[in-house]
């Protein structure tokens, strides 16, 4: 089955029905400017609500070092995803396996170069919207990624719904999804039947 990452998460509640309905990822926002902002002292509740076995990844956006290992400690993250520029310090000074990110707008997709992203976990293609880590509720055009070779497992995400995830695998193939707004009554707070069409929409994609 494509992985499948919630992000976004900021109740406990939304974390376990997540990983009960087959979560890889589940994801916790930490950026100061996001609509689903989890304070750093949040994070270790939340990431105890996460069954064992799924990664437990953290999203930042220009949080200093020093912010990044103390919440990746406190909350036993597994991974960091990082919505900025991705810089060869980035490699060396945080202390989990990244997730970089594409920013995908009207001229093409925004990448890092291989020589940094063969180090990266995967490569997490989303909207581009400035300052704005993921959640965006808008889609891009995925004709950008057909055929497109990476040095690393691809992620997608960008708008994703219910509605129109089989047709995003069909046509990328990545290895994972990513979905935040996409599956939300309101920022943060996941609906849980919308949860479950996700899930099973992916599931009839992958032909299960």
Not at 7 to 16: F, I, Q, S
Not at 72 to 81: H, I, M, N, T, W
Not at 88 to 109: C, F, N
Not at 169 to 178: A, E, T, Y
Request: proline share 6%; aromatic share 4%.
């Amino acid at each position: 089955m494509t992985d499948v990452k919630i992000c976004g998460l900021t109740r406990a509640e939304d974390v376990g029905l997540a990983c009960e309905l087959g979560a890889v990822y589940v994801g916790f926002n930490f950026s100061a400017n996001s609509k689903r902002r989890v304070a750093a002292e949040d994070g270790p509740r939340l990431a105890r609500a996460a069954a064992p076995g799924v990664a437990r990844v953290g999203v930042f956006v220009e949080e200093s070092y020093e912010t990044i290992g103390d919440v990746c400690e406190a909350a036993r993250l597994d991974l960091v995803q990082l919505h900025r520029e991705l810089r060869s310090e980035d490699l060396s000074r945080v202390p989990r396996p990244v997730i970089a990110v594409a920013h995908v707008g009207a001229s093409g997709a925004k990448m890092p170069p291989d020589s940094l992203l063969a180090s990266c976990r995967a490569l997490l293609f989303d909207t581009a919207v400035p300052g704005v880590p993921g959640g965006t509720g808008a889609t891009f055009d995925w004709a950008i990624l057909e055929g497109r070779g990476l040095p690393v497992a691809r992620l997608l995400g960008g708008g994703l719904t219910p509605e129109n995830v089989a047709g995003a695998i069909r046509r990328v193939k990545p290895s994972g999804v990513d979905v935040a707004s996409g599956v939300e009554s309101a920022p943060g707070v996941k609906d849980g039947d919308r949860m479950a069409a996700f899930f099973e929409a992916v599931r009839k994609a992958d032909g299960r």
